[in-house]
């Protein structure tokens, strides 16, 4: 079993930054990589961003680059995303994800074993 906790949700103006941190605790060395994903209020969750523990490959979303930036520390079993010129449209549940498995495919959450519970976005205009 892998534990995920997010932290580093709140409250921001347009413009601002909020920075998450994902710390995983458990079997970490089961995990190939990690992501992030969002859900909207009356939508779907989606993919944010993605990276592998051992050599960093990193993969977003066309809606956030640029704009966002997952980082790991693999010391401290944590995973961030760094969130600058946020909008609106990003407010959200924003969650991590671990994926166990290599392989093709990193934006469909079927692919993540274990997830947290959720950290809440809220950007105002």
């Known amino acids: 079993q892998v534990r995920l906790v997010e932290s580093g949700g709140g409250l921001v103006q347009a413009g601002g930054s909020l920075r998450l941190s994902c710390a995983a605790s458990g079997r970490t060395f089961s995990s190939y990589a990690m992501g992030w994903f969002r859900q909207a209020p009356g939508k779907e969750r989606a993919f944010v961003a993605y990276i592998t523990w051992t050599v960093g490959t990193t993969y977003y979303a066309d809606s956030v680059k640029g704009r966002f930036t997952i980082s790991r520390d693999n010391a401290k079993n944590t995973v961030y995303l760094q969130m600058n010129s946020l909008k609106p449209e990003d407010t959200a549940v924003y969650y991590c994800?671990?994926?166990?498995?290599?392989?093709?495919?990193?934006?469909?959450?079927?692919?993540?074993?274990?997830w947290g519970q959720g950290t809440q976005v809220t950007v105002s205009s």
């Open positions: 994800a671990a994926k166990t498995a290599q392989g093709i495919g990193v934006t469909s959450e079927e692919l993540y074993d274990y």
